[in-house]
């Protein structure tokens, strides 16, 4: 009998340290998923507001927003948010996110930022796992690279000098790493080729669901 007792008093201390751990997992998780979030929204809002100053415009960038479906800078039927920055009730620029899927590591998220006009706003890459001394460059910490797109514009989509230098562009690679460059060169063109078919419905008075166009 005080071997069963014993047994039992074992097995219910057991099982209260089985629940009480799997509280503090639970709540560790809900924690550390919240933290992460609000750190991710801290760095989107650093990089939207260095390709839009916030003094430059009269909305507050991630809020005003807009949901569209693009598999061309995507890769993926998922739908995924734009930003509309505005100035004086106008949508003077738009910063879509784009994943370049063939970077020398893997994929390369990131936003560029287009203005009315047709010109680039800026470029910030967001995640990525280049390689340390080469292809991390992209990182506006690491290099000022990212900054050559500023006012750059595309002459339509056959515009061959839309390119790295190395494949007869006009920007410059990182010596020894001209894979991740060029991935992020070919998707801010396929970018703004987007923004030019789709213009009218991403420059409209209030923002709207922009669907993959027809093929």
């Given at each position: 009998m005080e071997m069963l007792s014993a047994v039992r008093r074992s097995s219910v201390g057991i099982g209260i340290f089985a629940i009480v751990t799997a509280?503090?997992?639970a709540i560790?998780?809900?924690s550390t998923k919240s933290r992460i979030s609000h750190n991710e929204r801290e760095q989107q809002?650093?990089?939207l507001y260095e390709i839009v100053p916030k003094d430059s415009i009269d909305n507050d960038l991630l809020e005003d927003t807009f949901s569209f479906v693009a598999p061309e800078l995507q890769g993926s039927e998922q739908p995924a948010?734009?930003?509309l920055a505005r100035r004086n009730g106008v949508i003077e620029t738009v910063i879509l996110p784009v994943v370049a899927p063939d970077g020398y590591s893997g994929k390369i998220n990131f936003i560029i930022g287009i203005h009315r006009d047709g010109s680039v706003a800026?470029?910030?890459v967001l995640a990525h796992?280049?390689?340390p001394g080469l292809g991390d460059k992209v990182d506006l910490k690491k290099s000022d690279w990212v900054l050559s797109f500023n006012g750059e514009r595309k002459g339509g989509?056959?515009?061959s000098s839309w390119a790295v230098i190395k494949d007869g562009g006009r920007f410059d690679q990182f010596t020894g790493a001209t894979i991740t460059p060029r991935a992020i060169v070919n998707a801010a063109g396929r970018?703004?080729?987007y923004f030019q078919r789709h213009k009218t419905e991403l420059l409209g008075d209030s923002p709207k669901k922009v669907s993959q166009e027809s093929s």
């Open positions: 509280g503090l997992i560790t998780q809900v809002a650093r990089a948010n734009a930003y800026g470029l910030r796992k280049e390689t989509r056959n515009d970018a703004i080729d």
